[in-house]
C-alpha cells in the first residue's frame, strides 16, 4: 500500500513538473538581455499589419478649404 501511495505521488510531482517545464518553454514573451528587448520566439507566425503610407502633407483638407476660401473672398471684391 505504501509504495503504491509513494509511486502516484512521484508520478504527479513528474508530470506536473513536466507541465510547468512545457507552459514556461511555451510561452511567448519578450525578454530584456543586455539592455536589448527581444522580441518572442513566436514574432514569426504573427500575422503582418500594413498600413499604406498617407498623404506627406497631413493637413491638404485644411490647405485645400484655406484656398478655396481665398479664391473665393478673391472673387468676391472682383478685379
Known amino acids: ?24 518553454t511555451l510561452t511567448g514573451c519578450q525578454v530584456d538581455i543586455a539592455g536589448q528587448t527581444l522580441p518572442s520566439p513566436h514574432y514569426q507566425q504573427d500575422d503582418i499589419q500594413y498600413f499604406p503610407p498617407g498623404p506627406e502633407f497631413k493637413l491638404s ?19
Open 1 to 24: 500500500m505504501r509504495a503504491t501511495k509513494d509511486t502516484r505521488h512521484c508520478w504527479r510531482r513528474t508530470l506536473s513538473g513536466l507541465g510547468l517545464l512545457m507552459a514556461t
Open 61 to 79: 483638407r485644411e490647405a485645400a478649404a484655406q484656398k478655396a476660401f481665398d479664391e473665393d473672398q478673391a472673387a468676391q471684391r472682383g478685379p
